[in-house]
T-cell receptor
Framework: ETGVTQSPTHLIKTRGQQVTLRCSSQSGHNTVSWYQQALGQGPQFIFQYYREEENGRGNFPPRFSGLQFPNYSSELNVNALELDDSALYLC??????????????FGPGTRLTVL | GENVEQHPSTLSVQEGDSAVIKCTYSDSASNYFPWYKQELGKRPQLIIDIRSNVGEKKDQRIAVTLNKTAKHFSLHITETQPEDSAVYFCAAYWAAGNKLTFGGGTRVLVKP
């Protein structure tokens, strides 16, 4: 198992609410990427943070936002939740100068259900 | 746009046989192509990756081949075992946006 942890494990919210998901990167890693994995599909890239700055973003609306802290842990915030936001949210940490070519190690994910 | 297609979506093999999963990518992806294995209820785990300066890479029973001209890459698992049963994802990296794009996954079932 990797040293990447995520909290909470499961979360239930209602439409319109806001949610914050957390990720602790593996020791020595300075980059965190976030993915959304809908049931039966591959992970979809949301964004990446390197040394507290966003340095890459996928096709997700601005209501998906994030932060990275000096210890390289990260948060994913989703505002105005929609039913389609129900998914497994995965974070992955990596080391190096940032980018997608560094090996990414995934956390266990947070299962978000929006009712 | 960036797109990765993965085939087949499901694959059933007899224990000991080989399994092959193929992926194609659009446009000019960068030089990094990882493969992940995801068991039910667990996190994706990297099993092998390949960079564009090589055409093939092998790690015990797993091998990956890359054809950048044809824009496709494949995963080969030999001598399959029941513990190989899982969902496998290919991915390709695009430098624009630092984006790792995943295929839709292949559910592999190894029958004893």
């Amino acid at each position: 198992e990797t040293g990447v942890t995520q909290s909470p494990t499961h979360l239930i919210k209602t439409r319109g609410q806001q949610v914050t998901l957390r990720c602790s990167s593996q020791s020595g890693h300075n980059t965190v990427s976030w993915y959304q994995q809908a049931l039966g599909q591959g992970p979809q890239f949301i964004f990446q943070y390197y040394r507290e700055e966003e340095n890459g973003r996928g096709n997700f609306p601005p209501r998906f936002s994030g932060l990275q802290f000096p210890n390289y842990s990260s948060e994913l915030n989703v505002n105005a939740l929609e039913l389609d936001d129900s998914a497994l949210y995965l974070c992955a940490s990596s080391s190096g100068p940032g980018g997608g070519t560094d090996t990414q190690y995934f956390g266990p994910g947070t299962r978000l259900t929006v009712l | 746009g960036e797109n990765v297609e993965q085939h087949p979506s499901t694959l059933s093999v007899q224990e000991g046989d080989s399994a092959v999963i193929k992926c194609t990518y659009s446009d000019s992806a960068s030089n990094y192509f990882p493969w992940y294995k995801q068991e039910l209820g667990k996190r994706p785990q990297l099993i092998i990756d390949i960079r564009s300066n090589v055409g093939e890479k092998k790690d015990q029973r797993i091998a990956v081949t890359l054809n950048k001209t044809a824009k496709h890459f494949s995963l080969h698992i030999t001598e399959t075992q029941p513990e190989d049963s899982a969902v496998y994802f290919c991915a390709a990296y695009w430098a624009a946006g630092n984006k790792l794009t995943f295929g839709g996954g292949t559910r592999v079932l190894v029958k004893p």
